[in-house]
């Protein structure tokens, strides 16, 4: 079977690491959207990079298949939240920021709808599973939201349902704990 591959890094450093100008954005947009630490603002700036090279590969891209691969691409990026409108031009994929990508994060998203107060204060409530997307607990806080899934975004509630159900078992419990020593009594 051999070796498992090792799997790559999603992002790459910055080419040179004492930049002033690189190092203070990177300052401003970790306080602003509540990074954990500036690998997660590398692997947004990374997807980034890798969009605007399919952009510009397919500008000059002729034929059949090249339009397929465009419209496939602004489909893709409108679905994400990224494109205003599905009849963008690929002009418009060049111009995307990584506020733009940053803005889709699930993280954002959970702070814009006011489900939490602060934006690291809705970084732990992902990391602790308090948050649902859907029908699914959610824990990464990186998350691209798709325009589809931005509505059902939600807080995990614990329902008095459950809290019933739960000291009802425990009163079962209680009981039969409660029978087996009288029928023992009896016994003796």
Request: aromatic share 4%; net charge positive.
């Amino acid at each position: 079977m051999g070796d498992p591959k090792k799997p790559k890094r999603k992002y790459s450093k910055p080419g040179h690491p004492w930049q002033k100008q690189r190092i203070e954005e990177e300052i401003r947009l970790r306080r602003k959207y509540g990074f954990k630490n500036k690998t997660e603002i590398w692997k947004v700036m990374s997807e980034l990079r890798r969009v605007r090279a399919q952009a510009r590969k397919l500008i000059s891209a002729v034929g059949l298949q090249a339009e397929k691969e465009k419209k496939g691409l602004i489909t893709s990026l409108y679905n994400k939240g990224l494109l205003e409108s599905p009849k963008a031009e690929l002009d418009d994929v060049l111009s995307l920021t990584v506020e733009q990508f940053l803005d889709r994060r699930l993280q954002t998203l959970v702070y814009k709808k006011q489900l939490a107060s602060t934006i690291k204060q809705a970084r732990q409530m992902i990391v602790h599973k308090k948050i649902m997307v859907g029908d699914k607990v959610v824990s990464s806080p990186g998350k691209l939201i798709t325009r589809s899934e931005e509505n059902e975004i939600k807080v995990l509630q614990k329902t008095k349902r459950k809290k019933q159900e739960e000291s009802s078992k425990m009163e079962v419990k209680v009981e039969k704990s409660k029978e087996k020593e009288e029928i023992e009594k009896k016994s003796e």
